[in-house]
T-cell receptor, first 114, second 114 residues
Framework: AQSVTQLDSHVSVSEGTPVLLRCNYS??????LFWYVQHPNKGLQLLLK??????LVKGINGFEAEFKKSETSFHLTKPSAHMSDAAEYFC????????????FGQGTTLQVKP | DAGVTQSPTHLIKTRGQQVTLRCSPK?????VSWYQQALGQGPQFIFQ???????QRGNFPDRFSGHQFPNYSSELNVNALLLGDSALYLC?????????????FGPGTRLTVT
């Protein structure tokens, strides 16, 4: 069965410093992986996705993630945090290649301090 | 181009009542999935509709049912409401069933059961 573990429930960084949100996955086949962001009282927005192409995936707003099969990880990074990045972030795996059931991690709250 | 829309935005119901939530997919999308997001948790998959049929179902009781119309819009029905059904209900749409396809989420319907 597929699953996702977000290793930190809360991450706090200062504005202008790097962001690292950690995610490990479990999948019995080659997975599709996603990162979504959820701002307060708003819906989920797709940041980026990995679907067996390049292992380094670039997304919106300067975020990127690297797929590491040997470590079963898909960590999200950004070189320099902005105040507007404060939100809830979800790492997501798709269960099978021919259906779109998404399995979400528990989420990581990113706090950005001025 | 309208994104995914959901109605109503908020809803308050009493235990034992029934509720219907509605979703219109992003223009051009033909697949709709529903998720339940309890407070402080990641979204949980309820079910997915494609070609007016339920294609996959998560671990939810039969009190949760749905429908997809010829115009691809969808409804989620919950019968015999319990306090534990209080949550944010999210609708997501995509073009096709494949797990690698991007899913676009609506803003959600906040259901409160008293």
């Amino acid at each position: 069965a597929q699953s996702v573990t977000q290793l930190d429930s809360h991450v706090s960084v200062s504005e202008g410093t790097p962001v690292l949100l950690r995610c490990n996955y479990s999948s019995s086949y080659s997975p599709s992986l996603f990162w979504y962001v959820q701002h307060p009282n708003k819906g989920l927005q797709l940041l980026l996705k990995y679907t067996s192409a390049a292992t380094l995936v670039k997304g919106i707003n300067g975020f990127e993630a690297e797929f590491k099969k040997s470590e079963t990880s898909f960590h999200l990074t950004k070189p320099s945090a902005h105040m507007s990045d404060a939100a809830e972030y979800f790492c997501v795996v798709s269960t099978t290649s021919n259906t779109g059931k998404l399995i979400f991690g528990q989420g990581t709250t990113l706090q950005v301090k001025p | 181009d309208a994104g995914v829309t959901q109605s109503p935005t908020h809803l308050i119901k009493t235990r034992g009542q029934q509720v219907t939530l509605r979703c219109s997919p992003k223009s051009g999308h033909d697949t709709v999935s529903w998720y339940q997001q309890a407070l402080g948790q990641g979204p949980q998959f309820i079910f997915q509709y494609y070609e007016e049929e339920e294609r996959q179902r998560g671990n939810f009781p039969d009190r949760f049912s749905g429908h997809q119309f010829p115009n691809y819009s969808s409804e989620l029905n919950v019968n015999a409401l319990l306090l534990g059904d209080s949550a944010l209900y999210l609708c997501a749409s995509s073009l096709g069933l494949a797990g690698s396809y991007e899913q676009y989420f609506g803003p959600g319907t906040r259901l409160t059961v008293t």
